[in-house]
């Protein structure tokens, strides 16, 4: 496995997932500055991830044919112009300018890299390999996000933005330097690809995706009123917390390509999903428990991104010849299962209390662990 190679595919995913994810930890913060509602601040993380879908689906396709060095460059390029509109953002409408910027980049530059690590690995090791990749994302959580607002609590936070810029212009030279070239392939005609869509297991284990992100992110995108009221967090321990759910997601996506390798997808999805659901429900119960809370924080961390590394390597394995394709459809159906996530999570807050998200994401996660053994049986 090029290992050099690999790392510097998961660094970049790194400061795509420290941008993307970092809004929600500084959610109030952006709010009060640009004298905007929580639910309309909220709504930063669904126009991001509908557009993270357009970049991992639509631009996929239409740069199919280029080399995928050079593209995934580019796409690192338009992440750095992102941050910058988001430095200089003293409005809400250039903010969301700024987030659609950089999730079409982002959602372009993951599915190369994520396909890239696959195609750099050996066979028996590419679920290792695009483990690895998305250890870039659960890293994010554990250094980007919390320090990322801890930093918010004595600094601007468009510094941050400033921040990300920088590092990923370092990746970028880094991975101009030592990421070997991949040719591009044929396009594939859109209809071809929707008939190589249409296979049950399939389009089962495309909507885990949906509803195992989409129930994970009806709690994370509001992770900071989530927790204020639930165990009356200040911003600081806010940003504990969030150190201490990134640990365990980086834990959790370790262990899922470690476990895909050893034990298989089918089990490591099927008891990530059970595990994921069962601790959103018991954030009721650890109401107003700071040690209950951080207990359920960690194993939620370490269950839901078990299943990441996991169902994409199950999903690769189930149309190999068309693995790039199908990376596309499932980074952009879990970007509209983030847009749906935030946008239900807005409604419940709007309509009831915030503290009810934990067991009603909790369902949506379970109804992504149905998809996973009708998957299994339809093979």
């Excluded at 504990?240 to 476990?259: D, E, M, N, Q």
């Excluded at 069962?278 to 939620?300: H, N, Q, R």
């Excluded at 961390?301 to 996991?310: D, I, L, Q, V």
Aim: with cysteine.
């Amino acid at each position: 496995m090029n290992r050099l190679a690999i790392y510097l595919l998961a660094l970049g995913a790194f400061v795509t997932g420290t941008a993307e994810f970092v809004v929600s930890g500084i959610l109030e913060l952006v709010a009060d500055d640009l004298n905007v509602s929580i639910a309309a601040a909220g709504q930063l993380v669904t126009f991001y991830s509908l557009s993270y879908a357009c970049g991992a689906l639509f631009l996929v396709m239409l740069t199919a044919k280029l080399e995928r060095k050079q593209v995934m460059l580019y796409a690192m390029l338009a992440f750095i112009a992102g941050n910058l509109i988001a430095f200089a953002s003293h409005h809400y409408s250039l903010l969301m300018a700024s987030r659609i910027v950089l999730a079409m980049s982002s959602g372009l530059y993951t599915v190369i890299a994520t396909h890239y690590a696959a195609r750099l690995a050996q066979p028996d090791r590419r679920g290792n390999a695009i483990a690895v990749v998305m250890t870039g994302f659960s890293v994010s959580l554990v250094l980007g996000v919390p320090f990322g607002t801890l930093m918010a609590a004595y600094m601007d936070w468009r510094y941050l933005y400033l921040i990300i810029a920088a590092v990923t212009l370092i990746n970028l030279l880094l991975l101009y330097r030592f990421i070997p070239k991949l040719e591009g392939a044929e396009p594939t005609p859109l209809r071809q690809q929707w008939q190589s869509l249409r296979d049950k297991p399939l389009i089962a284990g495309l909507l885990i995706t949906v509803f195992w992100i989409l129930g994970y992110t009806m709690v994370f995108a509001y992770i900071g009123p989530f927790l204020t009221r639930l165990a009356h967090f200040s911003i600081e321990m806010i940003s504990t917390a969030l150190f201490v759910l990134g640990v365990f997601a980086f834990i959790g996506a370790r262990l899922g390509g470690f476990a895909v390798d050893k034990w298989g997808h089918t089990r490591t999805i099927a008891v990530g999903l059970l595990v994921h659901a069962a601790a959103l429900m018991a954030f009721t119960a650890a109401a107003g428990s700071t040690i209950g809370v951080f207990v359920v924080l960690m194993i939620w961390g370490a269950a839901a991104w078990t299943t990441t590394p996991a169902n994409q390597f199950y999903l690769i394995s189930l149309k190999p010849r068309s693995s790039e394709v199908v990376l596309s459809f499932n980074t952009a159906l879990m970007n509209i299962g983030m847009t749906l996530g935030a946008g239900l999570g807005g409604v419940a807050i709007n309509a009831v209390s915030v503290l009810h998200l934990g067991w009603m994401s909790g369902i949506v996660v379970l109804v992504a662990l149905a998809a996973a053994v009708y998957s299994f049986a339809s093979r």
